[in-house]
């Protein structure tokens, strides 16, 4: 018995000791290392934002812009030899994929309380930051707006709209959103003849955004009088070139992004990145990243304050209920499919 006590102490003491130097460990994150960020949230000036408003907080960080797809690949090929620290703005694909690979490690922030459980992994690997509409926009001064993707497999749309490329995450989930309407069970990849009649029309009658064009500028001047895009970059665009666009409101709904952000398997800063990302996540941060571009913030206390536009554009949308575990196992076929068949 004697012995069995000075077991159960030691074991006590040995486990105070730990948590002791984990805490210590915590408190002592090293802020003079450079918190590596692979993201596609880098775009209308949203890197520099983010280095600069990091550094008054004493993190430094260096980011690496990417498409959704492309973080994953780039995690995937550099597996053996990891670079990246933090992910930041993927969306739950890509996560699942990346998890699959084992590229992401398990964590918890101290903001959860504010977020919708149900957006949260249930394994505790990404947790979300920011829910983003995706949206067809058009001309104010358009006559002919359409009131669903599907419509524009009509040929007089052709040669009118603009679609991002299937490798980011835009491009993809609206195509997602859309084949995946026309599941079969027997049909090629899961997918119905009249769905790939469908996506073969909607990939092919676009306008495809190259490298540097200036999508929305061509919306603008009517160009190609549509275009496929976030509606954080939609809000933004509306405030930096006084411009309204017209945004489609299909019926079914638009597809709702949830951006996450998670921790790399293989960083050797991971107490650093979780004291990074419990300030990047916290309801003060996110209410200042949507007040400057837009987002709308998964947590409940920065939601609240948004500003006006943002609950404009949100009361008028409802989110397409789709079927992410059907998507995710198969998009990767569909988006091969369509970029050898489709894609003009």
């Known amino acids: 018995m004697k012995m069995k006590k000075m ?19 915590a408190e002592e994150a090293d802020k003079s290392e450079t918190i590596v960020i692979y993201t596609n949230n ?26 959704a797809s492309a973080i994953t690949e780039r995690m995937i090929a550099e597996k053996n030899n990891p670079l990246c620290d933090v992910v930041f703005g993927a969306n739950n694909i890509e996560y699942e994929k990346m ?13 959860t309380d504010g977020v919708d459980q149900s957006l949260i992994d249930a ?12 949206l067809l926009i058009g001309n104010a001064d358009y006559e002919d707006m359409p009131s669903d993707w599907t419509d524009l497999t009509d040929d007089k749309y052709a040669g009118l709209y603009q679609l991002h490329g299937l490798s980011g995450g835009t491009g993809k989930t609206v195509y997602a959103s859309i084949i995946s309407r026309y599941p ?7 997918i119905s003849d009249e769905g790939w009649e469908i996506a073969a029309k909607f990939l092919g009658n676009a306008h495809n955004i190259a490298e540097g064009e200036d999508s929305i500028g061509e919306v603008i001047d009517g160009t190609y009088p549509m275009d496929e895009h976030w509606a954080s970059g ?34 050797t800063k991971y107490d650093l990145c979780v004291e990074f990302l419990n300030w990047l996540g916290s309801a003060e941060i996110q209410l200042e990243w949507s007040n400057n571009f837009g987002t ?5 206390e920065a939601l609240a304050n948004v500003s006006a536009d943002i609950s404009e554009l949100m009361s008028m949308l409802t989110p397409q209920n789709l079927d992410w575990e059907f998507i995710a196992e198969n998009v990767d ?8 068949e489709f894609v003009q």
């Not at 998890?99 to 918890?108: I, P």
């Not at 079969?184 to 990849?189: A, H, R, T, V, W």
């Not at 809000?235 to 952000?261: A, C, H, N, W």
């Not at 709308?296 to 409940?300: D, G, L």
């Open 184 to 190: 079969d069970p027997d049909g090629e990849l899961g």
């Open 7 to 25: 077991f159960v102490a030691l074991l006590t003491g040995a486990t105070v000791i730990s948590m002791s130097a984990a805490l210590v460990c």
């Open 123 to 134: 394994e505790g690997y990404y947790y979300p930051v920011t829910t983003t509409p995706l």
């Open 99 to 111: 998890k699959a690979s084992g590229l992401l490690q398990t964590w918890e922030p101290d903001w």
């Open 333 to 340: 076929a569909w988006v091969e499919k369509a970029e050898l």
């Open 296 to 300: 709308i913030p998964c947590q409940e």
């Open 234 to 267: 939609v809000l933004t665009e509306q405030k930096e070139r006084d411009y309204k666009f017209q945004i489609m409101v299909p019926e079914i709904g638009v597809p709702y992004v949830v951006e996450s952000v998670a921790i790399a398997e293989g960083t």
């Open 42 to 67: 880098d775009s209308d000036g949203r890197d520099e934002w983010l280095i600069n408003r990091a550094a008054e907080e004493g993190f430094h960080v260096e980011v690496v812009g990417l498409g």
